[in-house]
């Protein structure tokens, strides 16, 4: 008699075949359930630079000519490659840009056309010559009060060809010396006026005359020339023009 091998109940197997895919699915939740590590601190992508606009001289790119720093605050001249357009940057960048008029009036600026004075009123003094022989000078200034920065506006002309800072009244605000001709009934620039005595005359930051020194034959007899330091005792009543 044959016997025959026993066969598994197909609701076995069934059942086998069940329990083997709901394994299969718990342990492929635990894996995407599971937390995930933090990332490591610093690890995430930096944020982005701010972007500040260009600060452009004349419609191109400006040229650094002179920087220094007063009081803590940096302080840049800027220009355009021909010298027709120039600003003065204040504070860190972007700072606080000024245009300056004198470039406009065909004074010639350089890496020496920017200087600055601390005190009670932090100023700083743009100056460059004009002229073929650079006989004359125009300057402009830009003055600090209470951390605040302005440019008052006014060019200051210098015949003679200096300008100078110098707290010359001793109050901790630095004074403004122009040096001209003293050529009363002549125009400046003429042969007259040329061979005409020299004078300092000063003003305050606000433009405010002070007053003028006694002649003198030329600008280098003035102390302290081409840094002319002047005091109040220097000084008198502007003779007329």
């Not at 790119?61 to 002179?66: D, N, T, V």
């Not at 355009?80 to 004074?107: C, H, M, N, Q």
């Amino acid at each position: 008699m044959r016997t025959s091998a026993a066969r598994t109940p197909r609701s076995a197997l069934l059942t086998a075949v069940l329990a083997a895919v709901v394994t299969l699915g718990a342990i492929g939740a635990v894996f995407l359930l599971r937390p995930r590590p933090e990332a490591p601190a610093g690890a995430a992508e930096p944020a982005a630079a701010p972007v500040t606009a260009a600060v452009t001289c004349g419609g191109g790119p400006c040229r650094e000519l002179a920087a220094v720093t007063v009081g803590g605050t940096p302080v840049v001249l800027l220009s355009d490659a021909a010298g027709g357009s120039a600003r003065v940057r204040v504070g860190a960048e972007p700072g606080t840009v000024f245009e300056l008029s004198i470039a406009k009036l065909g004074a010639r600026l350089d890496q020496n056309s920017l200087r600055c004075i601390d005190g009670t009123a932090p100023t700083c003094l743009v100056r460059g010559d004009v002229g073929q022989e650079g006989k004359a000078a125009y300057g402009e200034l830009l003055v600090a009060s209470g951390g605040v920065w302005r440019a008052p506006g006014k060019p200051y002309f210098a015949d003679a060809g200096t300008l100078s800072l110098y707290d010359v009244t001793a109050d901790g605000r630095p004074d403004v010396i122009v040096v001209r001709h003293d050529c009363r009934g002549a125009d400046p620039g003429t042969a007259k006026c040329d061979a005409a005595p020299v004078l300092g005359q000063v003003y305050d930051v606000s433009g405010k005359p002070v007053g003028c020194t006694r002649r003198y034959t030329s600008p280098s007899d003035l102390r302290g020339w081409p840094d002319i330091r002047l005091t109040r005792a220097d000084l008198r009543t502007c003779p007329s023009s």
